[in-house]
């Protein structure tokens, strides 16, 4: 079955969510959930898995393991709300280090990747080529087509510059941060379009350089 687009009633569902989270209240709506959210994700996903496989865009979308659940992991938090309010899914760059996602919410659609809480190695690695491979790095993040799209990276940053780095280092900010990742924001007419698909392709096109230069941090 191909993607048809999401719908509002889809939306609704995420904002009555919203308003009734809890159990007595989800449980006996869980097929409507499934029907309009569960499955039009799934068919998202696995028509992007044919966009990536046609335009060799090494992410893997796959509708088993791409979507995130939607129950939340409550063990550690305060907000004891058992359900999320949005529908998302990642997919993992081929060979790890950078992922894409998308996120759909009431009011909130966006679409990036970039790479989320990454290991102390991995964001040494980073902090090591923004220091040391400045050209590359800005090649990738000032590409005029990736800036018009989504701007800069972002992410938690410290509050000052790592130690190692001066605090007048030309790159402070990007050395500051804790995560590296992009997004755009999509409107409502984009997520019930039938062309979602390829419209996220192109994104994430547009993205390649820096995926690669996440991806290639060691």
């Known amino acids: 079955m191909g993607f048809d687009g999401f719908t509002r009633e889809g939306v609704q569902f995420l904002v009555d969510l919203a308003a009734n989270n809890d159990r007595?209240?989800?449980?006996?709506?869980?097929?409507?959930?499934?029907?309009l959210l569960k499955q039009p994700l799934g068919d998202l996903i696995a028509a992007l898995g044919e966009r990536f496989a046609a335009r060799d865009i090494p992410?893997?979308?796959d509708p088993a393991r791409s979507p995130f659940r939607i129950y939340r992991d409550v063990r550690f938090s305060k907000d004891k709300s058992p359900y999320k309010t949005n529908v998302a899914a990642t997919?993992?760059?081929?060979?790890g280090g950078a992922d894409g996602y998308f996120s759909l919410g009431p009011g909130e659609i966006y679409a990036g990747g970039g790479m989320w809480h990454p290991?102390?190695?991995?964001?040494?690695?980073?902090?090591?080529a923004v220091a040391n491979r400045a050209d590359e790095v800005h090649a990738a993040l000032d590409d005029p087509a990736f800036v018009r799209a989504f701007g800069q990276v972002e992410g938690d940053r410290l509050k000052r510059t790592p130690a190692g780095f001066p605090a007048d280092h030309p790159d402070a900010e990007l050395l500051k941060l804790k995560d590296v990742i992009f997004s755009r924001h999509l409107s409502d007419d984009d997520a019930f379009s039938p062309d979602l698909p390829d419209m996220l392709a192109d994104d994430f096109v547009t993205a390649m350089p820096v995926f690669r230069l996440l991806a290639g941090l060691a």
């Not at 449980?27 to 029907?35: D, G, H, S």
């Not at 997919?91 to 060979?95: E, K, L, N, T």
């Not at 290991?119 to 090591?128: G, N, Q, Y």
Request: proline share 10%; glycine share 4%; charged share 25%.
């Open 59 to 61: 992410l893997v979308a």
């Open 119 to 128: 290991e102390p190695a991995r964001l040494a690695a980073w902090r090591a």
């Open 91 to 95: 997919f993992p760059w081929v060979g």
């Open 24 to 35: 007595a209240w989800f449980q006996p709506r869980k097929a409507e959930f499934e029907r």
